[in-house]
């Protein structure tokens, strides 16, 4: 299907466990990014990336790693999770080289960290 | 630094009302782009509107009315007839101009039901 796909939908997992989300986009979008959703907060940045290969961070990357090998993938990984890391995830793309574009986002992951 | 304010948490009205909901920013940047999106119940993020800072024009799509005024720095939402299917969180963001990377960022949005 085309657009942006997030898998799992759901995950439980236990604390120090790694884990890892996937993205998928098929609009050859150049920028990715990974969002966190939490009540209070928002939707705060944990990563992003320009390009295939270009990563850098943005508000709370702490305890997450991110690749992007290739341009349609962004996979984000709790190399130990914590239970503080129990949250919904978005992942979005958005075209072009200008902050003129909109960013387009998955369905969401829900992780619960027990 | 950026701040977005949607100062509503909640708001309740029955269908068929009026509503408007409220977004401030904050930005040192003379270029900007405030963007509202919009998420039901089903979770997902949609994209519902673009403004650049530069283009005051108001904007009406359907039922769906958006105010921008730089002087007071607001890009208020107005929903025109509610229905039931208007319930949802919304969000109003904000991003800096330029062709470099730019942070998106989120007000901590609103919370609207519209009862039958």
């Known amino acids: 299907d085309a657009g942006i796909t997030q898998s799992p939908r759901y995950k439980i997992t236990e604390t120090g466990r790694q884990v890892t989300l996937m993205c998928h986009q098929t609009?050859?979008?150049?920028?990715m990014f990974w969002y966190r959703q939490d009540l209070g907060h928002g939707l705060r940045l944990i990563y992003y990336?320009?390009?295939?290969?270009?990563?850098d961070k943005g508000e709370v990357p702490d305890g997450y790693v991110v690749s992007r090998s290739k341009t349609e993938n962004f996979p984000l990984t709790l190399e130990s999770a914590t239970r503080s890391q129990t949250s919904v995830y978005f992942c979005?793309?958005?075209?072009?080289?200008?902050?003129?574009?909109?960013?387009?986002f998955g369905p969401g992951t829900r992780l619960t960290v027990l | 630094a950026q701040k977005v304010t949607q100062a509503q948490t909640e708001i309740s009205v029955v269908e068929k009302e009026d509503v408007t909901l409220d977004c401030v920013y904050e930005?040192?940047?003379?270029?900007?782009?405030l963007f509202w999106y919009k998420q039901p119940p089903s979770g997902e993020l949609v994209f519902l509107i673009r403004?650049?800072?530069?283009?005051?024009q108001n904007e009406i799509s359907g039922r769906y009315s958006w105010n921008f005024q730089k002087s007071t720095s607001s890009f208020n939402f107005t929903i025109t007839a509610s229905q039931v299917v208007d319930s949802a969180v919304y969000f109003c963001?904000?991003?800096?101009?330029?062709?470099?990377?730019?942070?998106?960022?989120f007000g901590q949005g609103t919370i609207l039901t519209v009862h039958p």
């Open positions: 990336s320009a390009a295939a290969d270009i990563t």
């Open positions: 963001a904000l991003k800096p101009g330029g062709t470099s990377y730019g942070k998106l960022t």
């Open positions: 403004r650049n800072s530069f283009d005051e």
């Open positions: 609009w050859s979008h150049s920028y």
């Open positions: 979005a793309s958005s075209g072009g080289r200008s902050n003129y574009n909109e960013q387009f």
């Open positions: 930005t040192r940047d003379t270029t900007y782009y």
